[in-house]
Structures are given as C-alpha cells and as structure tokens.
C-alpha cells in the first residue's frame, strides 16, 4: 500500500506535494520520495522514514519548479531501501527522461521484468514502480511508441493493481488499471490540477474534489490543458473493499464514498441482530471508531473512549528485548479501566489479521477489570493474501485460514465473537458488485501472485 500526491501548474509545486503526502502518510512510513521540474530538468530528492524527516526546507528550495509527483511507500513488493524508493526515474543515453510512482502491487510482475530484461535493460530494485517506467521508457524510447499507447500497451499486458503518475518535463499523466482497485483522485483549483490517492490530500490544501481518475484511463496535463484517453482494455471495477474498512482516512472520499459512513454503516449491521447484552461499546483506536459509533448508536449503548492509542507508535517499532515484545500491545495501546471496570464490554475492531494484537488486547482489558469482552469485528474473516497491495501475509499466518470462528473465539479469550458477513459488508457500499472481496472469498479478478512477496 503506498500513497501518491502530484501537481501542476502550482508555484512550488513541490511544497504542495509535501503537504499532500504528510496527509497521506498513513499509507506509507517507510520511505518518501518526490520528483519535480521547471521543464529544464528532473529534479529529486528522497528518503527512508517520514515525509517530515525527509524534506526539509532547504531540500525542498532546490526542488525547483511548478510541477511535481511524490510518493510514500509501504512495501509489499522489495525491501525497504533507497533504491525501491519512489518516484522512479527513467533515463535514457544520461538523460532524465520521466519519473513514475505507482500505488499498488502487479501480479504478472516476472513476466513484465523479464521482457525489459530481454530487451538489454537492468533492473535495480525489486519494486513495481521501476518495472512500469522501465517497460514504459523501453517502448517509447527504443521502439519510438507515444506514451499514451506506451500506457496502453502496458494496461493490455499488465495484470493486478496500480494507481500511477508519470512526470516528464513539460506533462503529467495519470493512470489506473482497469479494475480500478486502488484509488486516485484529482482535484483542481484556479489553473493548477492535484492529484492524490485520496482526498483528504486535497481536503487540507481546499482544493475542490472534483472525481476519480477512472478505470483503465490515461489522463494528460500540458500548456494545452487536460485531455482524457479512453480505457481500450475492459475489465469488471473491483475496487479494494479494504480501503473503507481499514486503510483510507475516514475523512476521505474513496470510490465516490465517504469512508467514514461506510464504516458506520458496518458499525449499524454488526449491531443490527446482535442480541448480547453489555454495558458499553469500546472501539479499538483509531482505525474502529466509526465502526464502533455506528455499533454504539444503532443499539443505544454508551460509546466510551476506554483505551487510549499512542501515535507515535509505527508500524515497524522493535521491542528491545522479548518481554517487552510480548507486551508490545502495551506500548501501542493503554487502558483507561474506569470506563469498564465490572462491565461487560462490546470490543469492536475493524478486522482480524493473524490474531496476535487482539488477544493480547482481550487479556489485558480483562486484567483491568472487564468481566465480559463480546468482539464484534468490522469485516468477513481474512482467509485469502490479498495481491493487489494491502500488506495481508501469507495465507498460513491468516488465522482465519486456519481456525472456524469458534476456534477463533477461544484462541483469542472473547466470551462471544461476530464477524460481519461478506452479505452485510455488501450493503454498506452503493455498487457492492464494484469491489474485489478476495481477501475474504478467494475469488481473484486479476489473478494470483506467483513470485515472494515481501510480506510473510
Ligand atoms: P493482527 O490480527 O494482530 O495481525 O492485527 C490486526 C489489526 O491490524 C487490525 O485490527 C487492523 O486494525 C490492523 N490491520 C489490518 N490490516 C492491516 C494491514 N494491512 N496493515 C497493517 N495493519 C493492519
């Protein structure tokens, strides 16, 4: 999963940018990198860890011009290192020639790298971004293809996820595979245009939504303005379902939703039939609270803000030593026991992965007090990887690949366990035959991934 931010036709556009992916960085925390141009020359700068950590004032003075793409990365394909950073530059005879970033993962990637390799080019590090600017820069410079059919003939070979933009020195493109799985967005303001993996990208800056970057689409800004490519290569929309249960800000848009009421709704069915009787309804921060509000509200039950979430936790943080690690749900999550001391609680969590986080949340909030926990989990259980670029693992580490919901429940210490179901989770989006559900079904649009991911 990665986030993606792009201006032009804006003074400095890459401060915008910088402002755009810091609203992004929940997508991303391991590397951040940005590409602009004056239309002399690409320039760029990036840099592994946080969007703030990586361009600082003086950095961003030097990356010149009113055009620019950015970049946070998450990564689910290649390891964590400058050289899988994005944007991607594509040079050709020790020429800068355009720069790439991508969001999502392809899942014919072999095949791809092995034509460009064919044809004389190396690749450096194992990320999708490069395998898109090389197999691109190989068709426009070599066999003299436009860009816009260098895209297309890409979207016809490419199998899988990516919610791209290309900078060369005087256009912007914006493309999206077929299935339109990740999202991407733009929005646009006096006379410049911004794009974003979403929209509280454009929300922060004012800048009005105003739609999709559409399936299967190549769109082009120049000093001509916009023009839109129609999509040659059809294939059924099967957005990512995960980007409203869990992944996007609930302050976006995504998918023309607004995520936020997507989760109260999953919130409202979990509570719809559930019958248990408990005392309040606490959500686990931050990603539950909207599920857990929706589930509080539809059945009248106080919504209590009974554990407290660190911040400045991420993703990747390290325990010392193995006491502190099996105790690490501590350091993320810290109980407030005057909410729940003697009561009986409804836990709402968006979803169940490998089991770890919850079990130890369940033990600790009966530790302080809780004397009845009932989870309710804002999604279908997990028993499929997903290839498409939500950072699930392997299917054997999916607990719910393993175990029925019964097993689940004892494993992990709950006195009782619901799981939305997959015919609920449909009604809480408008086009329910839109979204790819494979994660939880099996059922793969664009087939499965063959070669090592990097998440095990
Ligand atoms: P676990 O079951 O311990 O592996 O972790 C499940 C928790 O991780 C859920 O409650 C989610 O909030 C969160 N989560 C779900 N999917 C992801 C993901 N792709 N990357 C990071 N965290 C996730």
């Known amino acids: 999963m990665c986030g993606i931010a792009a201006f032009f036709k804006r003074d400095n556009a890459a401060f915008s940018v910088v402002e755009s992916l810091f609203a992004e960085q929940h997508r991303g925390q391991d590397s951040a990198g940005l590409v602009s141009t004056d239309g002399t ?36 394909q290649g390891r964590v290192s400058l050289s899988n950073c994005q944007p991607h530059i594509f040079s050709f005879n020790g020429e800068d020639i355009f720069a790439v970033a991508s969001n999502g993962d392809l899942t014919n990637l072999p095949e791809l790298s092995e034509e460009i390799l064919q044809e004389g080019l190396k690749l450096e590090g194992e990320n999708d971004a490069e395998v898109i600017a090389k197999f691109l820069g190989l068709y426009t410079t070599k066999k003299k293809f436009s860009i816009v059919d260098a895209i297309y003939l890409f979207m016809e070979k490419a199998m899988g996820a990516y919610s791209a933009v290309l900078l060369t020195k005087n256009e912007l493109f914006a493309f999206r595979d077929p299935w339109a799985f990740r999202p991407m967005c733009y929005g646009m303001k006096e006379n410049f245009v911004s794009i974003a993996s979403e929209s509280v990208a454009l929300d922060i800056l004012r800048i009005p939504y105003y739609g999709e970057i559409e399936a299967g689409t190549i769109y082009r800004w120049n000093d001509s303005g916009l023009k839109i490519f129609e ?30 009421e997507v989760r109260k709704k999953i919130g409202c069915f979990l ?40 911040h400045y936790v991420g993703r990747t943080f390290i325990a010392p030593d193995q006491i502190t690690r099996d105790e690490g749900v501590r350091f993320k999550f810290n109980p407030l026991p005057s909410f729940f001391v003697g009561k009986k609680i409804i836990l709402v969590d968006d979803s169940i992965v ?27 259980p997990i028993r499929h990887s997903c290839f498409y670029g939500v950072d699930t693992p392997n299917k054997e580490k999916l607990i719910a690949s393993k175990m029925e919901v019964e097993e689940i429940r004892q494993f992990i210490g709950a006195d009782t366990l619901n799981y939305l179901s997959i015919e609920d989770l449909r009604k809480c989006v408008s086009t329910p035959e839109d979204y790819c559900y494979a994660c939880f079904n099996g059922d793969y649009p664009a087939g499965e991934k063959k070669h090592p991911s990097l998440v095990s």
């Not at 990036?46 to 003075?61: H, P």
């Not at 919850?358 to 007090?369: A, D, P, T, V």
């Open 41 to 76: 020359r690409l320039y760029s700068h990036f840099g592994l860890g946080l969007v703030k950590d990586t361009f600082k004032e003086e950095i961003l003075q030097n990356l010149k011009g009113e055009r620019a793409i950015g970049h946070v990365r998450y990564p689910t």
């Open 231 to 260: 999509r040659k290569t059809v294939k059924p929309i099967k957005h990512c379902i995960f980007e409203h249960i869990y992944f996007s800000r609930p302050d976006s848009i995504v998918f023309n939703e607004k995520v936020f």
């Open 271 to 310: 509570a719809e039939k559930d019958k248990v009787v408990a005392d309040c309804v606490i959500a686990v921060p931050d990603s539950s609270n909207y599920i857990g509000l929706g589930y509080a509200e539809k059945r009248g039950i106080p919504f209590v803000l009974g554990l407290v979430r660190n």
């Open 354 to 380: 490998r089991g770890t986080t919850i079990k130890k949340l369940i033990r600790m909030l009966k530790e302080n007090g809780a004397t009845e926990i009932h989870l309710r989990i804002g999604s279908p």
